[in-house]
């Protein structure tokens, strides 16, 4: 590997691109090896560790619009990104600029043992331990009261556990995703999530699925960590109109509280409660009042989640079969009386068969399109087709790309008919992208 000479954001980016995603690995020696070559600049960090199958992001945001109605500065890493890659760190809910970005990158890149490298030895993080790199170096010049990190896979290997020391961590629902890292079964996913559970941190954890449960209690009790858990009897739905969720959440320390989601997707109500409970074992109800919370949940607002990206079309990102079954959840009780259409793109290494079966099996949708995304993990439209016609014997609507669904979607349809589009987090990113470039155009 030779050092190259990159000039700029875009630059910096192209050559990201281009590094391994995730390396299967045994060990972290050489993340904290390079992290401590850095100076640990997490060391005096205020750090919130996040890890899960399903809603981290979510939480992730919920956590900061509540912090900062609080009056606290919040840095966040999360993954993945939609349309650029600096989404993936913000300041105060503002993603940084290219040129921090840059800076961030060349700092590391120069960091690297070249002649190592040129030799084919040494150490090159992968795409996702550079940017956790960058991440700490943004926030530690940035100095935000509060880091929010968010694994990219898994947790006990994950780049972010290298961290020396959190305040708290936080598991979201677990389920069957990333087999080929994670392994096969819950109690082996949630082992690597649990992996995150530091000694005398606290955890706050989802309590379903029950094997995961069993495994997250184990892991804590081992760590001496205190363990708090969120149930579905924590909170409960009330109302849903003007497109908004209103529902309840009772706690220790707040009691009973009445908040407002503004979203139609209502698994987004664990995804709040999970994060008021992280703020209330965080702050013990001393500065972050009732109405920071209900504040905070209001004003959050996270892309490619049941997002209305233009008039009555819905894009989410849900991309494994937990996914997939709070998508279906959402639709059938978001109250629309017109017909549904759907777009469907799904990536090779996901549950694709049983995805693909759930939504066959809803019967929700009046119809259904595929679309071929970018890139060579996205599964091609043949396959995807065939196995929808299994299930349905119908074949449906094939575009060949994006681009091209969007401008016929969004053309040729009446004011009774609303868009979906699901299967992968790409494909919410790509439509969001074409919606952007083509803004002045009349789609």
């Keep these: 590997m030779k050092k190259q000479i990159i000039k700029n954001y875009e630059q910096a980016v192209e050559y990201l691109y281009a590094v391994p995603r995730f390396t299967k690995k045994s060990q972290?020696?050489?993340?904290?090896?390079?992290?401590?070559?850095?100076?640990?600049?997490?060391?005096?960090?205020?750090?919130?560790?996040?890890?899960?199958?399903?809603?981290?992001?979510?939480?992730?945001?919920?956590?900061?619009?509540?912090?900062?109605?609080?009056?606290?500065?919040?840095?966040?890493f999360t993954s993945p990104h939609l349309v650029e890659c600096r989404e993936r760190f913000s300041i105060d809910g503002q993603m940084i600029s290219k040129e921090s970005f840059y800076a961030a990158f060349m700092d590391i890149y120069d960091r690297l043992d070249w002649e190592s490298l040129k030799k084919g030895e040494g150490y090159h993080p992968t795409f996702f331990e550079y940017l956790f790199f960058m991440a700490m170096l943004i926030f530690r010049d940035r100095k935000p009261d509060f880091c929010i990190l968010e694994t990219?896979?898994?947790?006990?290997?994950?780049?972010?556990?290298?961290?020396?020391?959190?305040?708290?961590?936080?598991?979201?629902?677990?389920?069957?995703?990333?087999?080929?890292?994670?392994?096969?079964?819950?109690?082996?996913?949630?082992?690597?999530?649990a992996g995150i559970i530091a000694e005398q941190v606290p955890v706050v954890y989802l309590a379903e699925p029950s094997e995961a449960e069993a495994v997250i209690l184990g892991q804590a009790t081992k760590k001496g960590a205190p363990a708090h858990k969120v149930s579905?009897?924590?909170?409960?739905?009330?109302?849903?109109?003007?497109?908004?969720?209103?529902?309840?959440?009772?706690?220790?320390?707040?009691?009973?509280?009445?908040?407002?989601?503004?979203?139609?997707?209502?698994?987004?109500?664990?995804?709040?409660?999970?994060?008021?409970?992280a703020v209330e074992v965080l702050d013990e109800g001393r500065s972050i009042t009732r109405?920071?919370?209900?504040?905070?949940?209001s004003k959050a607002f996270w892309a490619g989640?049941?997002?209305?990206?233009?008039?009555?079309?819905?894009?989410?990102g849900a991309h494994n079969e937990d996914g997939i079954r709070a998508f279906l959840e959402t639709v059938i009780s978001d109250g629309w009386q017109g017909s549904r259409h759907l777009l469907f793109s799904v990536v090779k290494d996901k549950a694709y068969q049983s995805m693909i079966a759930g939504i066959a099996g809803s019967g929700l949708f009046d119809k259904v399109s595929f679309v071929q995304m970018?890139?060579?993990?996205?599964?091609?439209?043949?396959?995807?087709?065939?196995?929808?016609?299994?299930?349905?014997?119908?074949?449906?609507?094939?575009?060949?790309?994006?681009?091209?669904?969007?401008?016929?979607?969004?053309?040729?349809?009446?004011?009774?008919?609303?868009?979906?589009?699901?299967?992968?987090?790409?494909?919410?990113?790509?439509?969001?992208?074409?919606?952007?470039?083509?803004?002045?155009?009349?789609?």
Aim: aromatic share 8%; net charge negative.
């Design 28 to 76: 972290m020696e050489d993340t904290r090896r390079f992290l401590a070559a850095l100076g640990h600049p997490d060391k005096d960090m205020r750090i919130i560790h996040v890890a899960g199958t399903n809603g981290k992001g979510s939480v992730c945001t919920y956590l900061r619009s509540i912090l900062m109605e609080a009056g606290y500065s919040c840095g966040v």
């Design 152 to 193: 990219g896979l898994g947790g006990r290997l994950d780049a972010t556990n290298a961290v020396e020391k959190k305040e708290l961590s936080v598991i979201t629902r677990i389920g069957m995703d990333h087999m080929e890292y994670l392994g096969d079964t819950l109690e082996e996913i949630a082992g690597e999530k």
């Design 232 to 277: 579905k009897s924590d909170y409960a739905y009330l109302n849903f109109k003007n497109k908004s969720i209103d529902f309840s959440y009772h706690s220790r320390y707040y009691d009973y509280i009445r908040l407002c989601l503004h979203t139609i997707a209502r698994y987004q109500m664990e995804n709040a409660s999970l994060a008021i409970r």
């Design 291 to 297: 109405e920071h919370i209900t504040a905070g949940i």
């Design 305 to 316: 989640r049941m997002e209305e990206v233009a008039g009555e079309f819905y894009v989410d």
């Design 374 to 443: 970018q890139g060579g993990r996205a599964l091609h439209t043949e396959q995807i087709v065939e196995i929808w016609k299994q299930y349905t014997g119908s074949v449906g609507t094939v575009y060949l790309s994006v681009e091209q669904a969007v401008r016929a979607l969004l053309s040729g349809r009446d004011s009774k008919e609303r868009i979906y589009a699901a299967g992968s987090l790409y494909l919410a990113g790509e439509i969001k992208d074409v919606l952007e470039r083509c803004a002045h155009d009349q789609l």
